[in-house]
Antibody, heavy 118, light 106 residues
Framework: EVQLVESGGGLVQPGRSLKLSCLAS????????MNWIRQAPGKGLEWVAS????????YYADTVKGRFTISRDNAKNTLYLQMTSLRSEDTALYYC???????????WGQGVMVTVSS | DIVLTQSPALAVSLGQRATISCRAS??????MHWYQQKSGQQPKLLIY???NLASGVPARFSGSGSGTDFTFTIDPVEADDIATYYC?????????FGAGTKLELK
């Protein structure tokens, strides 16, 4: 069974940093691209960042470019999102999602909440 | 960025057909996917590649369309289908989502 379990969220002050993790199991992690997708309270879905299976290709949404860094450790089956210079508008539930070859996100974690507030 | 436009809400009766539309600001060919999100849960993939049913998804769900106009259908609607439905395109980076259509009971 495919499982994606996010962790590392919490309450953080504006301008500070936070690192999210997503532990994958039930599939060969190193064969799949992975993504972070977020959802602000009561809002829709926003793709944040993606990383290819071997970390060769990395993309970011304009809203986080230069502040967030996506990475992965295939030996540990773990995806990361390093978030710096956090803003109130980064407050959201952050999901990690597996990227299928057809461009869809076929499995999602349960999400981890990040709240940016003083 | 490609903008995906969905109607905010749709009211439907149990046992009837629900049709949700998604219009793209430019052609995405068949690179359109549909997700269901129930309250308090993560999104779930239902349809990929415009018309392909994801694994384990009931045949009551279907998708059609290509280019800029896409349709997602539930027939018949069951009580468990009450949720918000999102379209998503993967034709161009950045991948974008529609704002979601909330399916409500009439």
């Amino acid at each position: 069974e495919v499982q994606l379990v996010e962790s590392g969220g919490g309450l953080v002050q504006p301008g500070r940093s936070l690192k999210l993790s997503c532990l994958a199991s039930g599939f060969t992690f190193s064969n799949y691209g992975m993504n972070w997708i977020r959802q602000a309270p009561g809002k829709g879905l926003e793709w944040v960042a993606s990383i290819s299976s071997s970390s060769s290709y990395i993309y970011y949404a304009d809203t986080v470019k230069g502040r967030f860094t996506i990475s992965r450790d295939n030996a540990k089956n773990t995806l990361y999102l390093q978030m710096t210079s956090l803003r109130s508008e980064d407050t959201a539930l952050y999901y990690c999602a597996r990227h299928y070859y057809s461009g869809d996100f076929d499995y999602w974690g349960q999400g981890v909440m990040v709240t940016v507030s003083s | 960025d490609i903008v995906l436009t969905q109607s905010p809400a749709l009211a439907v009766s149990l046992g009837q057909r629900a049709t949700i539309s998604c219009r793209a600001s430019e052609s995405v060919r068949s690179s359109m996917h549909w997700y269901q999100q129930k309250s308090g849960q993560q999104p779930k993939l239902l349809i990929y590649g415009a018309s392909n049913l994801a694994s384990g998804v009931p045949a009551r769900f279907s998708g059609s369309g290509s280019g800029t106009d896409f349709t997602f259908t539930i027939d018949p609607v069951e009580a468990d289908d009450i949720a918000t439905y999102y379209c998503q395109q993967s034709r161009n980076d950045p991948y974008t989502f529609g704002a979601g259509t909330k399916l409500e009971l009439k």
